[in-house]
Each structure stands twice: as C-alpha cells, then as structure tokens.
C-alpha cells in the first residue's frame, strides 16, 4: 500500500444504504487509491498487508532472538503516516523500534547495545499497525453499540411508549369503572337508608302527634271533671253533698280511666334504621386499610398491667402466654391483673376515631378488645375476666370458637376462615366499637354503645402470642 493510499484512508460509519450487510455494523474503509478498496471493506482488510509483514518480523525477531534491526518495515507499509522525524538522545538515529518492556520507541542501537538489550522489541511500524487495528476494534464495537442503542430507541422504546399508553388507558378505564360502580352503589345505599330514616321519622312523629292529641283529650277532661267536682265542692249545700256520692263516684272513674302517660319504644327511633352493613364496611375499611391502618405508633402494652400468666417483649407490643416453669415472679403492682391473664393498653381513648391491628397468628385462646380504666384488676371472680362484666368488650376466640362478649353474655360469630389479623376501629362520635379482619375487608362485629367513661386497649392470652402491629 503507498504512501498516498494511507493518507486516503478513513473510518467511516456507513449508511445501511452503502452496505449490503443487514445489521449495518460494519466500518467501511474509503480510498481513493489505485487498489481500488470497497467502501465496505473493513479497516482489517486493508490492514492484512500490514499483518503479514508483521508476522515475518515477528517470526524474524521474536521476544527471545535477535531481531534483525538493519530490516525495518517501511511508514507506508506499516501504515505510519508520515511525520517528523524523531532521533534518539542518546544514539542521535532513528526511533524505528518500540521496547515493549519500557513501553517506550527506541532506535536500533538502544536495542543491540544500548540500554534496551535484551529487552522485547518490535519494529516500531509493526507496534504502530497493532495499535490501528485495536483503534479499529474500538471503533467497530462503538458502531454496533450506537446501532444497537439506536435500534433500542426506534423499537423498544417505542413499544414500550405504547404499551404504556395502552395499560394506562385500561387502568384508567378500570379504576374509573369500579369507582362509578362503587359510587351507584353508594348512591343508591345512601339513597336507600336516608329513606329509611325518613320513614322512621314520619312514623315516629306520627306517634307523637297521635299521643299529644290523646294526652291532650285526657287533659281537657281532667280539667273538665276536675273544674265540676269543684263546683260540686264549692256550691253544693251540705244537704245535697252527701247525696251526690254516686255522681261523684262516676267522676272519679271516669278520671282514672285517662291513665297515666308512660314513655314506650314507639317515641324514639329505631337505632338500627340508619345501620348499613355496606357503609360500615367501607368505612371501616377506608379507616383501617387507610394511610394510618396500623393507628398510633405509641400503642403499646402497660407493661405495669400485665399479668405474672404472660411475658412481655422487649418492645411492649407482644404478650406471650408464659408456662408454669418460666413464669417469673413480679411486684405487686395496683394496676397489675394477678390472676387472669390480661393486659392493658397504653393510650386511653376518650375522643375522636382510633384503629390498631393486632396479629393473633396461631394463637387458639385469646381476647381482643376494650374497657374501662376502672375495671378490677384483683381477684379471680368476673369483675376482673374480660368480657364478663359491663365494663369490658372484647372478641373472643376459643376452640375454634369465635364470639362477642360482654357483660357475661355471648354472640357467636361466623368466621369463614381463621384471621392471621384483627382490627378494631373505636369512633368515639358515634359510640361504636368494631371489629374487623383486615385481609379480606370483612366486619366481624360491631356494637353501638354509650361509652360514658375513657377506654383502654384489652387483651388476654392463654395460647402463644398476640403482637400489636404498627
């Protein structure tokens, strides 16, 4: 190849119109030189030339013989464009070689007797040609990876800018179909129970209106009975008195004949009018499947309350029922449950709406609930056994068995599968306690009461562990 060829040589990123290779990733070679190179012809073609006279001089020289300085390989057959010509300081000859183990051109002398003898030389040519052809490589690699990333771009990514459309057009139309069908049955619940409590309005005030005009009958004939007995009274000679006796008599039956008013059931409305399974479930589980599910991070048992029966962990929020032989002795303690295995709470709960998750797991005897801070806390009788008082409401699992209890009286619950979990939601405007199973959405119980003192979280444990969650 002459010297005029190399200076025409370039690296070039060919159109895939210049090319007939499909992928387009080959770096073509353009010369406008007397040999007549393909445009496609890769760099290392026009390089082979430079690879064979490289491979007799290696076979020539080698790391371990002599190399035969006098015989370099020529700039134009190596493919070194021309450039000044650099001497060695030393010697004042010609940079024509490269000592491989200073990585560094030295001329002719430096590797016979100078300070490169016996070191790995090659032609400085020969070393010139093996760096092009790694340029060439790099250059190569860099044309495939900008074709590959630009392939990327033009398909995959502009697949993937649909399908994105796509999926969030349907989640769209998905989230906005179960709203509008949340919302129609919203609206027609809504629709249903205000209807219903119209109803037990009218009934209950035409109650009211049937008893005024009755109780206001009777009045009018006390009143009229009542005004004639005291004329008789006030106006009747002595003589005539006494023989009125019978129509005096009639009078006074006819009097106690009204009756007495009472107050009956059919003057107040029926709580149970405004109850709707639907909306008490949404908003149980808006307020328990919500940002604040899990309630205050301060939860956590009174380890003061916590009964010599159960362990507390280090963190406050587990009670483990405790066998006979690890049960460690505790200080008496005024707020402390010395014989059922119960704790309390933490938070007392007086205002507005609270909810925390207890984990149960496979704990197959406890209670979960709430009482009041005055609840006994001595003695083995019911005064101090959750459930079995007035001031205690808690859900119960025993044996399989899931109830409500209070006051010594149980509900027994239906309960399709056993809970890993259960929530409690106390909103203290509407004076409702419920109890709920946070992974399948479903109310387990529910009471409307009048709480008239602050509560307090309650639980007991005869059977592993139960943990509040946070």
């Known amino acids: ?112 007797v100078g300070s490169c003898h016996g070191h ?23 044309q495939l990876q900008a074709l590959r990333i630009e392939r990327f771009m033009e398909q995959t990514l502009a697949a993937k800018e649909h399908k994105l459309q796509v999926s969030a057009s349907r989640a769209r139309e998905r989230v906005l179909a179960q709203v509008s069908v949340a919302r129609e049955a919203l609206e027609e619940e809504e629709q249903r129970v205000l209807e219903e409590i119209q109803r037990e309005e009218e009934r209950v005030e035409q109650c009211l209106l049937t008893q005024r005009a009755h109780w206001g009958q009777a009045l009018a004939s006390l009143s009229q009975t009542r005004s004639r007995l005291v004329h008789t009274l006030t106006h009747t000679p002595d ?42 479930g949404l908003w149980a589980t808006v307020v328990l499947l919500g940002p604040n599910a899990y309630g205050s991070p301060s939860l956590k048992f009174d380890e003061r309350s916590v009964s010599p ?60 609930g709430v009482c009041y801070a005055s609840l006994e806390r001595k003695g083995s009788g019911n005064e101090a056994r959750l459930g079995y008082n007035a001031q205690s409401w808690v859900l119960s ?16 619950l239906q309960v399709v599968r056993r809970p890993q979990r259960i929530g409690l939601l106390l909103d203290w405007p509407s004076q409702t306690l419920l109890f709920y199973e946070p992974d399948s959405s479903t109310v387990l119980y529910s009471v409307t009461q009048h709480f008239d003192a602050p509560l307090l979280p309650a639980c007991a444990v005869t059977d592993r562990s139960i943990t509040i969650l946070h």
């Not at 450039?83 to 002719?108: M, N, R």
């Not at 004949?257 to 003057?267: A, F, K, M, N, S």
């Open 397 to 412: 699992h025993y044996d399989g068995d899931y109830s409500f209890c209070h006051a010594g009286k149980k509900v027994p």
């Open 309 to 368: 029966l159960l362990s507390l962990s280090d963190d406050f929020c587990t009670l483990t029922f405790s066998n006979k032989k690890s049960r460690q002795p505790l200080t008496y303690d005024p707020a402390r449950f010395d014989c059922w295995p119960n704790a309390l709470g933490s938070l007392s709960l007086s205002s507005g709406t609270h909810s925390w998750v207890l984990d149960v797991g496979q704990s197959g005897a406890f209670k979960v």
């Open 120 to 142: 790995s030389v090659t032609p400085l040519a020969t070393r010139v040609t093996a760096v092009r052809n790694q340029l060439v490589d790099v250059c190569e690699k860099l």
């Open 1 to 112: 190849m002459t010297e005029e060829e190399l200076r025409t040589c370039d690296l070039t990123c060919p159109s895939p119109s210049d090319s007939e290779d499909p992928e387009g990733t080959r770096i073509g070679v353009k010369s406008s030189g007397r040999r007549g190179v393909d445009s496609d012809q890769p760099i290392f073609s026009v390089l082979s030339g430079v690879k064979q006279v490289e491979a007799e001089e290696g076979e020539r020289g080698g790391r371990g013989g002599v190399p035969s300085y006098g015989a370099t390989t020529s700039d134009t057959e190596s493919g070194i464009f021309p450039a000044e010509c650099e001497l060695c300081v030393e010697h004042e000859a010609e940079l024509d070689w490269f000592c491989g183990t200073e990585q560094k051109p030295i001329c002719s002398h430096c590797a016979s």
């Open 239 to 280: 003589t005539q008195l006494v023989t009125c006796v019978q129509e005096i008599a009639e009078r006074v039956e006819e009097a106690e004949g009204v009756g007495e008013p009472c107050d009956t059931e059919q003057l107040t409305m029926k709580p149970g009018c405004s109850d709707s399974q639907l909306l008490r």
